[in-house]
């Protein structure tokens, strides 16, 4: 396990105080590998708090550029980085969040082609995305790789975090997309929601490779930012889901 020098002793007190993270956590932490898809208004707080927390290996996957209509809400960046690819923006301003991590930038989009392989070699996944397509692929190359996926979402004032660990997926509460997908670009957003789920995305992380608490696995929280309320979901498995179900995953052992 990874040893701590004194300086990541005090940079990291709060956290060892904890009895659910202490020092045994903390290590964890610095162990881990953490894939954030997506560094925009969802990915982009949860890689500041968890470069913060200590996590060890973060890696950005993001195939777009800093736009100015993305400073209202993407805390990541600055006017400076407009034009920059964000993985590369955002790489910069992690390196000087926590010196002690690693950062890996990979300035392309995640794809069925390159999905699987790269989140094989994390061990949680957040899915910041905002169009179906890139979800559908996060969620079926998670199930794949047999890693547990933190999907975050918002639009307008309203948003949602889910962990899901296998059946049911993210399949099983969207089917298919819909014909006319909200965007924030199509519907808008406040600002600071973007930070308030990111943050929810980023302590799922935690909790899931600290072993602290209780994940939202199977369940899903959703905020109300105008009326300041939220409530937590069940969400069920599909018997017919063509991803996780049982046929989905026998059909799967037949082609290989």
């Not at 950005?60 to 600055?78: G, K, Y």
């Not at 390196?95 to 999905?115: K, Y």
């Not at 789920?197 to 959703?222: C, D, F, V, W």
Request: charged residues 20%; glycine residues 10%.
């Amino acid at each position: 396990m990874p040893h701590f020098s004194d300086a990541e002793v005090e940079r990291y007190a709060r956290h060892l105080v904890l009895s659910e993270v202490g020092g045994p956590g903390q290590q964890k932490l610095a162990a881990a590998r953490v894939l954030i898809v997506g560094a925009g208004g969802v990915g982009g707080p949860a890689a500041l708090y968890l470069a913060a927390a200590g996590v060890g290996n973060l890696t950005l996957v993001d195939d777009d550029a800093v736009s100015l209509s993305n400073l209202h809400r993407q805390i990541l960046f600055t006017d400076d980085d407009i034009g920059r690819p964000k993985v590369e923006a955002a790489a910069a301003r992690l390196s000087t969040t926590n010196p002690h991590i690693n950062i890996r930038a990979v300035a392309e989009r995640l794809t069925p082609a390159n999905a699987t392989s790269l989140i094989a070699e994390h061990d949680v996944v957040i899915d910041g995305t905002d169009d179906f397509g890139s979800r559908f692929t996060v969620n079926d190359a998670c199930l794949t790789a047999g890693k547990p996926l933190v999907s975050g979402a918002l639009g307008r004032w309203n948003g949602q975090v889910a962990v899901f660990t296998g059946a049911p997926c993210y399949r099983c509460l969207v089917p298919e997309a819909p014909p006319e997908a909200e965007t924030c670009a199509r519907v808008g957003v406040i600002g600071a929601l973007t930070g308030v789920i990111g943050s929810m995305a980023a302590l799922e992380a935690i909790k899931l490779i600290t072993g602290a608490g209780e994940p939202l696995t199977g369940r899903m929280m959703l905020y109300d930012g105008l009326t300041a309320t939220s409530r937590t979901v069940r969400i069920a498995a599909d018997p017919e889901c063509p991803t996780c179900s049982s046929q989905a995953k026998a059909r799967a052992s037949n082609a290989t």
